[in-house]
């Protein structure tokens, strides 16, 4: 990723004519009954500089490699605190008086939309679903017209008021984001995207109440919302089974260019575009309530692992040079930019595939967990019986989008290219599985939240595989980790990151191979390394972390003054490099779930601890990366810890396996 500082000056100093409207963010409109929570809510604070630059300090002491490296490192701390960084505080401090969230465009930006690499795999996350209920039909065409239906059907709720906020009556949640959850989509520009709604178009020819279908690459709409009626199940079932029917040879891969770095998409957006036919098509894409994708890859994908890769970057199979992956046509046969993204396969496997710049993955998580919660119930409204106020013949047939690329000699080439791309990068990319055989319940019989007890579990197991690794690509332990903390429960609030790696933890991860130590010393350890991983979690979920106040600070700066030394320091630089990008997210409704790693070197680590039985990790990284070993490491450390808890002599009952 470049530098956001040199993103930021880029963004003010290019002169490209393929720029983004000042006002885009605005032009989606609020979602009803939620304007009294979200006029109730802080906004978002700007901490106490002091406070910020001690906790910089205490972050750092852990990750030095030597005592003269911590030194350094505080020394410039200090030179900052007392020169350059009160005047930026100020500027910040005016910043946050004269704007609902002093953070949003910054974030949005620098963290996604200035951000040039391709959305998928280093963006997009996905989620797998839980099977077809068995009272439903099992066909692909009624599994797509069942998730449809109902993911319709809360778009209704939302749109009519109707969908209960998140968060509780003693501690709401900002809903936001939901604003951008249908009828919107990613806008490739350059220097920075940009998102562009149509939910409250006031212009008559806009459209809304359709889907978008992709099969085979050929894009098509279908008609979901009929006279603010959502088509039940039996008509959805038709039109489904009419695009797969009129869908059997492949067309010219335009989704794949989505899949491209931003800026060459961009450039490629405007040649697509300049055709009158091709922009037409791309607005009635951009402004579906959101896009389904039939998806054609055989085999079809069926365990966790073919699953995840299938979803994420459309690749099943090792990544090994002794067998190579099966490349499938997944991802040309989507638009990545869309926020909602169902993927439907051959054998009925389905889930989502999310664009991340402007909503993270809980509205989604709740919006697909209403959608999977609905369809487990039999007494739902699935419509399974065509309704007797319409005729067949007057519900429209789905309309194929068929591209006119005949007009623009070079966008085969950069199709071609893009596929080509595509399955290099998805063929480059490694994903192991990992669940235990204890859950949530066995962990919080011993007295631990089930957060802090996995975070530790990484930890260990990262610092067991680079002492094995020693000599490879892997960074040697402790390195930068990163954990997803929500500040949702500020105004336009998103996230803040819990700076996982603590002097506590330390410690105990290094007791586990100290000999000379008890298991009730360890135990000790443990317990205190978890507690102050809760006090770290709080702080930043309180909008009270380090990472986005310097950040703030950083892009303060006048653009000719030189970077303060402390943002270049060593030690300072590898305390924000996330080698271990991890999150946790939980729904009863579906299990897989992930993203890519997010530098070379590095793991993403997605998990979950909400499941009585078991936790699970997906663990994601470059294939030249140990991302088995990694996974062995992970399941033998989570072994560890669980028998470290059951061999003690607790006051506290034992969850034996």
Known sequence: MKPLLALHRRAMSSSTSVLRPNNWKSLAPQIPNFAGQQNSLPRLPVPPLARTLDRLKTSL?????????????????????????PLLQKKLEQRQQDS????????????????????????????????????????????????????????????????????????????????????????????ADYSVSYAGSPNPDTDLGHVVVIRKNRFWKLKAEVEGNVLGMAELIKQFQHIYNYSTTEYPAVGALTASDRDTWAKDFSLLASVPLNAEHLRTIHSSAFVVSLDDSYPPPKNEVDVSRALWHGVIGPTSSKTPPHISRALESRYVDKPV??????????????????????????????????????????????????????????????????????????????????????????????????????????????????????QLAYSRLAAAQ?????????????????????????????RVVTNEAVDWVRSMED????????????????TRHGVVATE??????????????????????????????????????????????FSGRFKEYGWGAVVPEGFGVAYVTGFDDFLQFTITSRAEMPNTEFANEIERAAQDVYQLFAEADLPVGKAML
């Not at 290219?417 to 990319?429: E, G, I, R």
């Not at 892997?474 to 500020?490: D, K, L, M």
């Not at 000999?515 to 978890?530: C, G, H, I, M, S």
């Open 515 to 530: 000999p000379t130590l008890d298991k009730q010393q360890r135990l000790n350890l443990f317990k205190k390394a978890v």
């Open 341 to 458: 993204q169902f993927v439907i396969f051959d054998n009925g496997v389905a889930g989502l595939l999310g664009e991340h710049s402007v909503m993270d993955g809980t509205p989604t998580a709740r919006m697909c967990t209403d959608i999977l919660t609905w369809l487990a119930d039999p007494n739902s409204d699935f419509g399974l019986v065509p309704p007797t106020f319409r005729a067949p013949q007057a519900l429209p047939e789905p309309v194929p989008l068929d591209f006119d690329l005949s007009k623009i000699p070079t966008i085969q080439t950069s199709i071609s290219s893009a596929k080509d791309q595509l399955h290099a990068l998805a063929s480059a990319q490694a994903l192991s599985f990992v669940r235990t055989k204890y859950g949530k319940r066995a962990i919080k019989a011993f007295g631990v939240g089930p957060d802090g007890w996995a975070q530790l579990v990484i």
């Open 100 to 191: 609902v969230h002093w953070l949003e465009e910054w974030w949005d930006d620098y963290s996604y939309l200035a951000y040039r690499d391709p959305v998928v795999v280093y963006v997009s996350y996905y989620y797998g679903f839980d099977p077809q209920p068995v009272h439903l039909p099992q066909t692909p065409a009624a599994r797509a017209a069942a998730i449809t239906r109902f993911a319709m059907l809360f778009r209704q709720r939302l749109r009519a008021g109707q969908v209960s906020p998140d968060g509780t009556r003693d501690n709401p949640l900002c809903m936001d984001t939901y604003r951008w959850m249908f009828d919107c989509c990613r806008i490739p520009a350059i220097p």
């Open 61 to 85: 002491r852990p990750l030095a490699r030597s005592d003269d490296e911590y030194r350094t490192a505080v020394r410039k701390i200090d030179d900052f605190g007392n020169g350059l960084a």
């Open 540 to 585: 930043a979920g309180m909008g009270e972390g380090v990472d986005r106040h310097m950040l703030g600070l950083k892009l303060s700066l006048p653009p000719s003054t030189p970077l303060p030394e402390l943002y270049s320091d060593p030690l300072y630089v590898r305390g924000s490099r996330w080698t271990l990008s991890t999150s946790a997210i």
């Open 470 to 498: 020693k000599g490879s690509k892997v960074t040697p332990w402790p390195v930068g980790a990163y954990e997803a903390a929500s500040t949702r429960r500020f105004f336009k609030g998103r996230t803040e990151t819990i």
